[in-house]
């Protein structure tokens, strides 16, 4: 009965550390975001560039950011990058048709850095 008691009492204050960690985590977390701060009109040869930060404009530095550029028909071209020592990354465009497409960025988060998910517009125009 009595070991029956302590596995009871076990099972109780393991599922209250779990719920509080939970909490502890879910308070202590970040927004992010994804912004592509280069122009929305580039060229082949460009480089679309963005920048991971949190909710209070700290960089993260290191971190994988996924980005898929889509065309008007669906096609898409998919890059890995890992964010430098501001935060920041590229992809450089190359033998894109002249047209409109949408730029997927996709960063998964971490234990303390909410995932986040942004669709934003670009333009490329070789001039021709």
């Given at each position: 009965?009595?070991?029956?008691?302590?596995?009871?009492?076990?099972?109780?204050?393991?599922?209250?550390?779990?719920?509080?960690?939970?909490?502890?985590?879910?308070?202590?977390?970040?927004?992010?975001?994804?912004?592509?701060?280069?122009?929305?009109?580039?060229?082949?040869?460009?480089?679309?560039?963005?920048?991971?930060?949190?909710?209070?404009?700290?960089?993260?530095?290191?971190?994988?950011?996924?980005?898929?550029?889509?065309?008007?028909?669906?096609?898409?071209?998919?890059?890995?990058?890992?964010?430098?020592?501001?935060?920041?990354?590229?992809?450089?465009?190359?033998t894109f048709e002249n047209g409109?497409?949408?730029?997927?960025?996709?960063?998964?988060?971490?234990?303390?850095?909410?995932?986040?998910?942004?669709?934003?517009?670009?333009?490329?125009?070789?001039?021709?």
């Open positions: 009965m009595k070991a029956k008691n302590l596995v009871i009492l076990l099972i109780i204050l393991i599922l209250i550390i779990a719920i509080g960690a939970f909490f502890f985590i879910q308070s202590n977390s970040h927004n992010t975001k994804v912004e592509v701060i280069s122009d929305s009109t580039l060229q082949n040869g460009d480089a679309v560039q963005i920048v991971l930060k949190d909710e209070y404009r700290n960089v993260y530095p290191g971190e994988k950011v996924h980005i898929k550029i889509l065309d008007d028909s669906g096609w898409a071209d998919n890059y890995d990058v890992v964010t430098d020592d501001e935060g920041e990354a590229s992809v450089v465009l190359s409109n497409y949408t730029i997927h960025t996709n960063y998964n988060g971490t234990l303390f850095n909410k995932p986040y998910h942004g669709v934003d517009s670009l333009v490329i125009d070789d001039g021709y």
